[in-house]
């Protein structure tokens, strides 16, 4: 038992490590433009890939997890993959690259190709190590509490440990300007601590795969509805594989009703004892169907995402142009970090309590409209203030010296900060309200990280979005707002178009929330008798038809 304990510590180790990773990536958008020399749109384009990659993987790790590997396994290999790619990421700086070489400097012309393909290999490395982590670590973690009698000591260190080692990389990490030393001390600490955790995997409890995975039952309810298009409904709800489980009756909801056929026994056709491509359950046919009814709420929040893609690229080349002191004092970058970080955990937990005091079907979409709310003031804060470092910088003379910093605060940028984290904390925490009252146990995870997805979906399309705006910004000869430097570009006018596409989006989710039927989650599409021959639920046979969490 003592073992299991201590074990909680070397897992917790794969935290401390994730903090100081996050503290230098965070001004990676600096490193590419400074030292590798890319254009603003370049570096940003980079960056909101890797951001996207690794909301989107989690998806895929969780269906390994629940299909053939298990918690453990898989976060053993995606620690792995996170040690070998921050290192990747250190080793690819100029000092250490050319470590043979003359060329030693932090300049564009000592980056090669080499350096810049070790970088994205160590980028694409590290996306799947965090992409792991989200599924993997803190479960595996709850997991491991859960299992024990109460809070042990162990249990303290470890998470007073994140706490040190958060605030100590707070103050340090961002002092340290040597890239090679600010990539190269998270480095170690990486391998460090997946080292520790390596070291206790004997004494480790793994929790074997189910082998079942409801993002598998999904498609095989579309593949079997798609066989069977031409059958003609059932008279009897008897006629449905698996609408009887004990003493509980599931019942076809009137919504999407072509997912229907794939739960028809047909004439001679027995029921399968395993998984079957060809016929499936009326509680799995319903699973699909709450996931399928999900998808216009879902495309709402790839918005969100372009909004927060900002916040991790061009705010931060902001930022690094400002004045940071404070007296004789100068600080970092991370503080801005730290603001968005500590207002979405903050904020975050007086939302989830606030949506559990009360329970009503709405409370979390008004708690994913306040998210939208909070992008469309990020936006306008953010345009205002870059309105206003352009001005500055003009009446200055720094137009075309992009590496010198104006006389203006950083601290201008601390509001829109704050409010990027008040988006996530708002849509975060909503929305996993809302799936675990409106969905099922079995798929709520995966939609959660479907959501996680979406939001990366975003971070894509902002390049996207960056592209369709520069070329409509230079038409009729027109300057595109986007140029090679900051200094040059128009990023305020970019910013007002997030705002409009921000408002508008809202009203598109106001709109298709306005149109949602909500239900509890034990109400939808199952009917369980009682003595009398009635329904515990309050509805019978006239009632078959009777719609759940759905568009109608």
Same mark, same amino acid.
């Given at each position: 038992?003592?073992?299991?304990?201590?074990?909680?510590?070397?897992?917790?180790a794969?935290?401390?490590?994730?903090?100081l990773?996050?503290?230098a990536?965070?001004?990676?958008?600096?490193?590419?433009?400074d030292?590798?020399?890319?254009?603003?749109?370049?570096?940003?384009?980079?960056?909101?890939?890797?951001?996207?990659?690794?909301?989107?993987?989690?998806?895929?790790?969780l269906?390994?997890?629940?299909?053939?590997l298990?918690y453990?396994?898989?976060?053993?290999?995606?620690s792995?993959?996170y040690?070998?790619?921050?290192?990747?990421?250190?080793?690819?700086?100029p000092?250490l690259?050319?470590?043979s070489?003359?060329?030693?400097?932090?300049?564009?012309?000592?980056v090669?190709?080499?350096?810049?393909?070790?970088?994205?290999?160590?980028?694409a490395l590290?996306?799947?190590?965090v992409?792991g982590?989200?599924?993997?670590?803190?479960?595996?973690?709850?997991?491991?509490?859960s299992?024990?009698?109460g809070?042990n000591?162990?249990q303290?260190?470890?998470?007073?440990?994140?706490?040190?080692v958060?605030i100590?990389?707070?103050?340090?990490?961002?002092?340290?300007?040597?890239p090679t030393?600010k990539?190269?001390?998270?480095?170690?600490?990486?391998?460090?601590g997946?080292?520790?955790?390596?070291t206790?995997?004997?004494?480790y409890?793994n929790?074997?795969?189910?082998?079942?995975?409801?993002l598998?039952?999904?498609?095989?309810?579309?593949?079997?509805?798609?066989?069977k298009?031409?059958?003609?409904?059932?008279v009897?709800?008897?006629?449905?594989?698996?609408?009887? +489980? %004990?003493? /509980?009756? #599931?019942?076809?909801?009137?919504?999407?009703?072509?997912?229907h056929?794939?739960?028809?026994? $047909? &004439?001679g056709?027995?029921?399968?004892t395993?998984?079957s491509?060809t016929?499936?359950?009326?509680?799995?046919?319903?699973e699909?169907?709450?996931a399928?009814?999900?998808?216009?709420m879902?495309?709402?929040?790839?918005?969100c995402?372009?909004?927060?893609? +900002? %916040?991790? /690229?061009? #705010?931060?080349?902001?930022?690094?142009?400002l004045?940071?002191n404070?007296?004789?004092?100068? $600080? &970092?970058?991370?503080v801005?970090?730290?603001?968005?970080?500590?207002?979405?955990d903050w904020?975050g937990?007086?939302?989830?309590?606030l949506?559990?005091?009360?329970r009503?079907d709405?409370?979390p979409?008004?708690?994913?409209?306040a998210?939208?709310?909070?992008?469309?003031?990020?936006?306008?804060?953010?345009?205002?203030?870059e309105?206003?470092?352009?001005?500055?910088?003009?009446?200055?003379?720094?137009?075309d010296?992009?590496?010198?910093?104006?006389?203006?605060?950083?601290?201008?940028?601390v509001?829109?900060?704050?409010?990027?984290?008040?988006?996530e904390?708002?849509?975060?925490n909503?929305?996993?309200v809302?799936?675990?009252?409106q969905?099922?146990?079995?798929?709520?995870?995966?939609?959660?990280?479907f959501?996680?997805?979406?939001?990366?979906?975003g971070?894509?399309?902002?390049?996207?979005?960056?592209?369709?705006?520069g070329?409509?910004?230079?038409?009729?000869?027109?300057?595109?707002w986007?140029?090679?430097?900051?200094?040059r570009?128009?990023?305020?006018?970019?910013y007002?178009?997030?705002?409009?596409?921000s408002?508008?989006?809202?009203v598109?989710?106001?709109f298709v929330?306005?149109?949602?039927r909500?239900?509890?989650?034990?109400?939808c599409?199952?009917?369980?008798?009682?003595?009398g021959?009635?329904?515990?639920?309050?509805?019978n046979?006239?009632?078959?038809?009777?719609?759940?969490?759905c568009?109608?």
């Open positions: 038992m003592a073992d299991e304990k201590k074990s909680f510590v070397r897992i917790s794969l935290l401390w490590a994730d903090v990773v996050a503290y990536l965070f001004v990676m958008q600096n490193y590419l433009t030292v590798w020399g890319l254009s603003l749109i370049h570096a940003a384009l980079i960056l909101n890939i890797w951001n996207g990659v690794y909301r989107i993987l989690p998806l895929f790790f269906y390994l997890v629940d299909k053939y298990g453990l396994n898989l976060l053993v290999f995606t792995l993959a040690a070998a790619g921050i290192t990747m990421v250190a080793v690819s700086t000092p690259a050319n470590a070489g003359t060329c030693k400097r932090y300049e564009p012309e000592c090669g190709r080499t350096q810049k393909g070790i970088l994205i290999a160590g980028l590290i996306a799947v190590g992409a982590n989200l599924v993997s670590l803190l479960p595996y973690l709850n997991l491991k509490k299992s024990g009698q809070v000591i162990y303290i260190i470890g998470l007073f440990g994140v706490v040190v958060s100590a990389g707070a103050i340090a990490l961002p002092y340290i300007r040597p030393l990539f190269g001390i998270p480095a170690i600490c990486t391998v460090v997946t080292f520790l955790f390596l206790g995997f004997s004494k409890t929790d074997p795969p189910s082998h079942d995975s409801p598998f039952n999904v498609f095989r309810v579309f593949v079997a509805a798609s066989l298009i031409f059958r003609s409904y059932p009897s709800n008897k006629d449905y594989h698996g609408h009887v +489980i %004990g003493k /509980t009756e #599931f019942t076809t909801t009137r919504c999407l009703g072509g997912l056929k794939a739960a028809i026994i $047909l &004439p056709e027995d029921p399968p395993g998984k491509w016929l499936c359950t009326v509680e799995q046919v319903e699909a169907k709450i399928v009814r999900m998808v216009p879902w495309m709402t929040f790839i918005v995402g372009v909004v927060a893609a +900002i %916040g991790d /690229t061009y #705010f931060v080349e902001q930022a690094s142009k004045n940071r404070i007296g004789r004092l100068k $600080l &970092p970058i991370q801005l970090l730290l603001a968005r970080r500590s207002t979405k904020l937990g007086k939302v989830t309590k949506l559990e005091e009360f009503t709405l409370a979409s008004f708690g994913i409209a998210g939208m709310l909070c992008s469309i003031l990020c936006c306008i804060s953010a345009a205002l203030v309105r206003k470092r352009l001005n500055v910088m003009r009446s200055d003379g720094l137009l010296q992009p590496d010198e910093q104006i006389k203006m605060s950083i601290y201008w940028l509001f829109q900060f704050v409010l990027l984290g008040g988006l904390a708002f849509l975060e909503s929305v996993s809302y799936y675990r009252d969905s099922p146990g079995s798929v709520a995870n995966y939609l959660v990280n959501i996680r997805g979406v939001t990366g979906l971070y894509m399309c902002s390049a996207l979005s960056v592209y369709v705006v070329k409509i910004s230079e038409k009729g000869g027109r300057k595109n986007f140029q090679h430097t900051l200094n570009s128009r990023l305020d006018r970019y007002w178009v997030l705002a409009g596409l408002l508008v989006n809202m598109v989710f106001v929330a306005s149109f949602y909500y239900k509890k989650p034990e109400e599409g199952r009917r369980t008798p009682d003595a021959g009635g329904y515990t639920d309050g509805y046979e006239g009632d078959q038809n009777r719609s759940c969490c568009f109608c």
